[in-house]
């Protein structure tokens, strides 16, 4: 796929923030890319300066081959879906869907003929005469898409689509949005803080902090292969453990020096040297735990500990295992039919941890 949206070291100020501060990326046509962070990262500023309702201080927005930094926002092949929806209230859901056509004063029928091609692919056909007030959340948000999309944009921005939405209903808006997104084919960029929903939805994830992105990448390196501590953490639970390396065991594995812990081995992916600062992180469910002290093994990592903590949260336990005095580890344990059969573990009881060296992640600090 060729790349098709590029910011070119965008920033903008306002007063004393730098809401977004030097970002460069590169979107490919036809994906869904999501802009991930938490609340006040900058999202919503770069999101303004692509629609064109904010300019960059600093940097170029090109789109298709054009440099559209300084073109007006009706101007831009750019449509946006809000929050809100922000549909008009006193029209119904075919004169919401018609409105931008109207607007640039098209013929009658090829309006007709496109709200109906509209109404069929958010499948609202039924619905068509309903004003917003007599329809639900999630149609209300799919008449907000099709509004959107009726102009023919080349990108759609959807800026957190699904925050008014309850739970069960933004994992059915999820699955509409992508089939939505195979039949027109368009770029969708997708805002959210919700790291679920940029997960299940995107082709690629930009997280952002602090004005700055932090990792690009798809959602499963964004998560198997986190580039910092803020992208390990905000992406998902882990551990963080700081220590030294001890020795370079080959070119492939080191041993680090924990303080309070035994000496773990490591994939070095770092290459890092005898006597180096590491900053690692261990995703709660990359450990095994276990009542009976697991076979010898080379490549794993074994630690006894004593459970702090139990909490079962349907399809998966939670457990806490103190380390010595200075460790609690989170590890959780998908529940299959197997463990049926077993003693389970519970509060206070003896249990070994054991990891395997390559599920570590040593971190940029
Ligand atoms: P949220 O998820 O809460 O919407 P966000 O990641 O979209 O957050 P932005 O809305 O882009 O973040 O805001 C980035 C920073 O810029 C914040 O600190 C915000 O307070 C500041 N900011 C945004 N717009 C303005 C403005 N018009 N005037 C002053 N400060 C602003």
């Known amino acids: 796929m060729e790349d098709f949206l590029w910011f070119k070291e965008i920033s903008k100020t306002f007063a004393t923030t730098r809401a977004v501060d030097n970002v460069s990326l590169a979107i490919q046509r036809g ?15 770069l999101l303004r300066m692509l629609a064109g309702f904010e300019a960059p201080d600093s940097g170029r927005i090109i789109l298709d081959n054009s440099d559209i930094t300084d073109l007006p926002p009706n101007m831009r092949k750019v449509n946006t879906v809000f929050q809100n929806y922000a549909l008009f209230p006193h029209m119904t859901v075919r004169e919401n869907i018609a409105f931008g056509l ?12 496109e709200v109906d091609r509209m109404l069929t692919l958010i499948q609202m056909q039924d619905h068509a005469d309903k004003k917003p007030a007599q329809i639900s959340g999630g149609q209300k948000q799919r008449t ?113 020096d924990v303080p309070g812990l035994p000496r773990m081995l490591c994939f070095n992916d770092k290459k890092l040297a005898k006597g180096d600062l590491v900053h690692l992180s261990i995703r709660p469910e990359k450990f095994q735990i276990a009542l009976e002290q697991p076979a010898a093994n080379p490549k794993y990592n074994v630690l006894p500990g004593v459970v702090e903590d139990v909490i079962y949260q349907g399809d998966h336990t939670r457990y806490w295992v103190s380390i010595g005095d200075d460790w609690r580890i989170s590890i959780s344990r998908q529940h299959t039919r197997f463990m049926l059969d077993e003693k389970p573990i519970q509060w206070r009881d003896q249990v070994f941890i054991s990891w395997f060296a390559d599920d570590g992640f040593m971190l940029e600090r």
Do not use: W
């Not at 994906?31 to 500023?45: A, D, N, Q, R, V």
């Open 144 to 256: 907000a898409i099709a509004r959107a999309l009726i102009l023919k944009p080349s990108v759609l921005l959807l800026d957190e689509p699904l925050a008014a939405l309850d739970l069960k209903l933004r994992q059915r808006m999820l699955l509409e949005l992508s089939l939505i997104h195979d039949e027109v084919g368009i770029t969708f960029i997708y805002v959210t803080h919700d790291q679920g929903e940029a997960m299940s939805i995107s082709d690629r994830i930009a997280v952002m902090n602090n004005g700055r992105v932090e990792q690009i990448g798809t959602p499963a390196e964004i998560y198997e292969a986190p580039k910092s501590s803020f992208v390990a953490a905000f992406i998902g639970d882990t551990n963080f453990f700081d220590g030294r390396i001890s020795d370079v065991v080959d070119a492939e594995y080191c041993r680090i």
């Open 102 to 113: 109207k607007v640039a004063k098209r013929p009658k029928a090829e309006i007709r003929d």
């Open 31 to 45: 994906e869904i890319f999501s802009i991930l962070g938490p609340s006040g990262c900058g999202k919503t500023t």
